[in-house]
Structure formats: structure tokens, C-alpha cells
């Protein structure tokens, strides 16, 4: 069975947990800073945690070598 078309997932299914370093939700292009929340993950959603789905933010710049 398939999920509905935009119905977002449970983090047990995306391995939501605490992160480390700069793979965090607050880096993500899903993240939702002003709601808490994430496109792709269901529920209130903190900056601090990671799940399995993310993807970083693009740089306005490149990164230092």
C-alpha cells in the first residue's frame, strides 16, 4: 500500500533522531523554521534533529577550501 500523494511520513519511518554536526533538521531544505514542521515528515519537528530524508540547504556561496 502506498502513501497518499503529499501525505508525509511517521518519523519512525525516516529514522527521525537527534543529530550531529551540520546534518541536522535546521539545515534542510524540508525544514519549516516558522511552523515546526517538515514537508516530508508528519508532526512538530525540532532544528536539532535528523532524519534519513535529509537534504542540505544549498550555499549562497561556496564553502572555504
Given at each position: 500500500?502506498?502513501?497518499?500523494?503529499?501525505?508525509?511520513?511517521?518519523?519512525?519511518?525516516?529514522?527521525?533522531?537527534?543529530?550531529?554536526?551540520?546534518?541536522?533538521?535546521?539545515?534542510?531544505v524540508?525544514?519549516?523554521?516558522?511552523?515546526?514542521?517538515?514537508k516530508?515528515?508528519?508532526?512538530e519537528?525540532?532544528?536539532?534533529?535528523?532524519?534519513?530524508?535529509?537534504?542540505?540547504?544549498?550555499?549562497?556561496?561556496?564553502?572555504?577550501?
Open positions: 500500500m502506498s502513501a497518499e500523494p503529499g501525505a508525509r511520513l511517521e518519523k519512525a519511518a525516516v529514522n527521525y533522531r537527534a543529530a550531529r554536526k551540520e546534518r541536522r533538521c535546521g539545515t534542510c524540508t525544514f519549516r523554521p516558522e511552523a515546526r514542521a517538515c516530508v515528515v508528519a508532526g519537528i525540532h532544528p536539532a534533529m535528523v532524519c534519513d530524508r535529509w537534504v542540505p540547504l544549498k550555499r549562497s556561496h561556496p564553502a572555504p577550501a
